[in-house]
């Protein structure tokens, strides 16, 4: 990667991090930090936040949000941090804009289908997809953080799936929640926490952060809507956020991420996925400055340098993961650009030498 798209890379990236969520996610924070014998004031002042800004819609960043939980949740040696704060704004409390909309809909699909279009009405630091399972039994929710390495966003990425979980069932009067959920990162609480918390199917280092439903919970309507309040809230989000793209880098990052382990994330089929054909991609990425293999190569050394230090997962699978088509292709890739082996990688990390198969 030459030095001009690395730069453009950062800049991106810093660029996304610091795009503001469109809701108030950090709502009740504060008390629940001083609950747990914290102080919040400290806490947030490290991020440029108070007590106050916790309340406010629009107010606290993507950066912000991923860095005061895992901080706080540090500190406060709480690792189920991000999902008790789900579950103390119990789902809807947190709502903006979108969510607004998506609590008058008609139905639970059209709930979904209207977050995955209009996403930046969210944030434009996050991508939401939605895709049916082979099975055609289930409709996936993914949820992209286009900025944050995996490592530092475990408790982000565990409040927003849970607080998804528990917003689906306010809005359906209990009847729809997620039927199972996937976490990239490895399991940082008891497998029991979380059965309590989803009450599901909970997995961990999957290719993917999202939530499953049940194709037949799409038609599911949505409790006691307001069809009047649906009509100004849609032409607010037209109005506001219609025009709003995040840097279309972030977008083919966050494609990368979803179709890297199957092998096919080539840039033609990262292109079908944007409805782009393939010289179209090039030419947008050129006009940023950046090329598709370049963010590519960054995805997967995110990728593989949080699974060499945080994971068991055998080389093998972890090659299966970033889409090689053997182990000694990551091999190549890890001495070109990171300058070691996975094994050395590893071994420099801590890992024990169990852990190296």
């Given at each position: 990667?030459?030095?001009?798209?690395?730069?453009?890379?950062?800049?991106?990236?810093?660029?996304?991090?610091?795009q503001m969520i469109q809701a108030r996610i950090l709502r009740h924070l504060p008390?629940?930090?001083?609950?747990?014998?914290?102080?919040?004031?400290?806490?947030?002042?490290?991020?440029?936040?108070?007590?106050?800004?916790?309340?406010?819609?629009?107010?606290?960043?993507?950066?912000?949000?991923?860095?005061?939980?895992?901080?706080?949740?540090?500190?406060?040696?709480?690792?189920?941090?991000?999902?008790?704060?789900?579950?103390?704004?119990?789902?809807?409390?947190?709502?903006?804009?979108?969510?607004?909309?998506?609590?008058?809909?008609?139905?639970?699909?059209?709930?979904?289908?209207?977050?995955?279009?209009?996403?930046?009405?969210?944030?434009?630091?996050?991508?939401?997809?939605?895709?049916?399972?082979?099975?055609?039994?289930?409709?996936?929710?993914?949820?992209?953080?286009?900025?944050?390495?995996?490592?530092?966003?475990?408790?982000?990425?565990?409040?927003?799936?849970?607080?998804?979980?528990?917003?689906?069932?306010?809005?359906?009067?209990?009847?729809?929640?997620?039927?199972?959920?996937?976490?990239?990162?490895?399991?940082?609480?008891?497998?029991?926490?979380?059965?309590?918390?989803?009450?599901?199917?909970?997995?961990?280092?999957?290719?993917?952060?999202?939530?499953?439903?049940?194709?037949?919970?799409?038609?599911?309507?949505?409790?006691?809507?307001?069809?009047v309040s649906l009509t100004e809230l849609i032409e607010r989000i037209e109005r506001?956020?219609?025009?709003?793209?995040?840097?279309?880098?972030?977008?083919?990052?966050?494609?990368?991420?979803?179709?890297?382990?199957?092998?096919?994330?080539?840039?033609?089929?990262?292109?079908?996925?944007?409805?782009?054909?393939?010289?179209?991609?090039?030419?947008?990425?050129?006009?940023?400055?950046?090329?598709?293999?370049?963010?590519?190569?960054?995805?997967r050394r995110d990728v593989l340098m949080y699974y060499l230090r945080y994971t068991?997962?055998?080389?093998?699978?972890?090659?299966?993961?970033?889409?090689?088509?053997?182990?000694?292709?990551?091999?190549?890739?890890?001495?070109?650009?990171?300058?070691?082996?996975?094994?050395?990688?590893?071994?420099?990390?801590?890992?024990?030498?169990?852990?190296?198969?």
């Amino acid at each position: 990667m030459n030095h001009q798209a690395q730069d453009t890379v950062a800049q991106w990236m810093a660029e996304s991090a610091s795009q503001m969520i469109q809701a108030r996610i950090l709502r009740h924070l504060p008390e629940l930090i001083r609950e747990l014998g914290g102080h919040p004031d400290a806490a947030l002042k490290a991020f440029d936040l108070d007590c106050e800004i916790c309340e406010i819609e629009g107010a606290v960043s993507c950066r912000q949000w991923v860095g005061v939980l895992d901080r706080a949740a540090a500190q406060l040696k709480i690792d189920d941090l991000g999902m008790r704060l789900a579950e103390r704004q119990g789902g809807t409390a947190l709502f903006g804009p979108l969510g607004n909309v998506m609590r008058n809909c008609r139905n639970f699909g059209e709930s979904l289908t209207y977050a995955a279009t209009h996403n930046a009405a969210h944030s434009l630091g996050t991508r939401v997809w939605m895709g049916r399972t082979m099975s055609g039994q289930s409709v996936f929710m993914g949820h992209e953080l286009l900025a944050e390495a995996i490592s530092s966003r475990s408790q982000a990425i565990e409040h927003a799936l849970l607080a998804g979980h528990l917003a689906a069932r306010s809005m359906t009067g209990g009847h729809v929640g997620a039927r199972r959920v996937h976490f990239r990162h490895k399991a940082i609480s008891r497998p029991s926490v979380y059965r309590r918390y989803f009450q599901c199917d909970v997995r961990f280092c999957c290719n993917e952060d999202g939530v499953a439903f049940a194709a037949e919970d799409l038609l599911r309507p949505i409790f006691d809507p307001d069809k009047v309040s649906l009509t100004e809230l849609i032409e607010r989000i037209e109005r506001e956020y219609g025009t709003q793209r995040p840097a279309f880098q972030a977008l083919v990052r966050s494609v990368v991420m979803q179709l890297l382990w199957t092998g096919n994330s080539a840039v033609e089929d990262v292109s079908h996925v944007l409805d782009l054909h393939s010289r179209a991609l090039h030419r947008r990425l050129q006009a940023e400055h950046c090329t598709f293999q370049t963010i590519k190569d960054e995805v997967r050394r995110d990728v593989l340098m949080y699974y060499l230090r945080y994971t068991a997962l055998p080389l093998g699978r972890i090659s299966e993961k970033l889409g090689f088509s053997e182990q000694s292709a990551m091999s190549r890739f890890a001495r070109t650009h990171l300058n070691a082996t996975p094994r050395q990688l590893r071994q420099s990390s801590g890992q024990p030498d169990a852990f190296l198969s």
